[in-house]
């Protein structure tokens, strides 16, 4: 590729259709290498549970801890490379686009508002056994019924969020600058490529040799992490802007992306599941599918992100968002704890069941009926949106 065309390539955000459509068929085609999914809040649970080992804190007797199986470190698991492959995927591309700057909020609450947010959206994320991806890329695709019972109560979550953060005393004095960067030293921007373009071939390398080392799945997972990495930074994919925009301002533009690549996803996995054999990946629909998603949604708009946007503004030296990932951690682990210890699971998980479409009703009828229902999602959102058109310009005519 001509080097101004790769510049061109770097230098503009992509498309949010194209770039979802994308991520849905890698997270289809993820699956059928590993027989695994694409998620990432399971690997934060486990990096709770091993700073607690490292604090002395004895969780050996924790049964949430014994279902998310810590097995060895964060860097000899898939899912560890899966998060870590799309820390690094995102900041290849902010270097390469010459788009890496330290931000620092300007208003102090916003430190509480984005921890209070990320404890809550992982302790939702978790109670409800996945955050959005394990909903949106991965639930809805692998015909859990738990997915629709997330997305619903995510969505009145986040409507509750967007009511809570229009109250004065959340926002807090206006102020005439969103936050404040620290000064670009000379030169840095000419050296961000440069780094960027060192940090793809060391990673490369490093895939390279978990393949020639015969680590195979860990090689995959760090492939993919890093192109699901590049996707959202690109993309600028953050859940907590689909569903805000849609309410504040009846823009629907992420939230007919995500819809699009959850279908195209799901046509992808039932190809899978029926050529390979494999069997989906299918969570448990329960009450604490609807309060954990809820509280999820709830969080994210409280923190100003969902895990994904976390992700990709941490790396563009966005400060704030290591403060969401200290809450996301924390807020799992406190689940972890609640989840036999406070009774949780007795309460809000025993009395459901695991639902599964393809073995309920047979793949045909599962895709089906799953790409009816998106739909009808689909439909919603254009709805919402021209409404929210319409009340605009009537306003301005008033």
């Not at 799945?217 to 993919?224: R, V």
């Not at 290591?322 to 309460?347: E, P, R």
Request: charged residues 10%.
């Amino acid at each position: 590729m001509p080097t101004h065309s790769l510049r061109f390539f770097f230098n503009h955000y992509w498309r949010p259709f194209p770039v979802l459509v994308a991520a849905g068929a890698l997270s289809a085609i993820y699956f059928g290498l590993t027989g695994t999914v694409w998620a990432v809040t399971g690997e934060f649970t486990r990096l709770g549970g091993q700073m607690l080992h490292l604090a002395g804190v004895d969780t050996s007797d924790w049964a949430y801890f014994k279902l998310v199986k810590i097995q060895g470190g964060t860097l000899s698991r898939t899912d560890g490379w899966i998060v870590w492959g799309m820390f690094i995927g995102a900041l290849i591309t902010v270097l390469l686009s010459n788009s890496f700057k330290i931000r620092i909020p300007q208003q102090r609450r916003r430190w509480v508002q984005a921890l209070a947010g990320g404890i809550v959206a992982g302790f939702g994320a978790r109670l409800a056994m996945g955050c959005n991806l394990a909903a949106f890329f991965t639930g809805v695709p692998q015909f859990s019924f738990h997915a629709w019972i997330f997305i619903v109560a995510t969505g009145l979550g986040t409507l509750l969020g967007t009511r809570l953060i229009k109250n004065r005393w959340w926002k807090g004095r206006p102020t005439l600058t969103k936050g404040k960067a620290a000064a670009t030293p000379p030169g840095s921007l000419r050296i961000q490529p440069v780094v960027g373009g060192l940090l793809a071939l060391g990673y490369a390398c490093l895939i390279v040799y978990f393949f020639v080392s015969g680590l195979r799945p860990l090689g995959i997972a760090a492939l993919f992490g890093a192109m699901f990495g590049i996707l959202i930074e690109r993309g600028q994919i953050c859940f907590t802007s689909a569903f805000r925009d849609l309410w504040i301002m009846g823009r629907a533009v992420m939230s007919k992306a995500i819809i699009a690549g959850m279908a195209l996803s799901a046509v992808m996995t039932i190809i899978v599941i029926s050529v390979y054999g494999l069997s989906p990946i299918t969570q448990i629909a329960a009450p604490s599918t609807f309060v954990g998603g809820l509280l999820f949604g709830l969080g994210i708009v409280m923190a100003t992100s969902c895990e994904t946007g976390m992700m990709y503004r941490l790396m563009e030296g966005q400060v704030l968002y290591l403060v969401v990932f200290i809450g996301n951690i924390a807020g799992a682990t406190l689940l972890a704890y609640a989840w036999d210890h406070l009774g949780i699971y007795n309460l809000l998980v025993a009395p459901g069941e695991k639902i599964n479409l393809v073995s309920s009703i047979g793949p045909t009828a599962a895709i089906v009926i799953t790409l009816a229902m998106l739909g009808l999602l689909y439909a919603y959102t254009l709805f919402h949106e021209k409404r929210h058109l319409s009340a605009s310009l009537m306003a301005a005519r008033a």
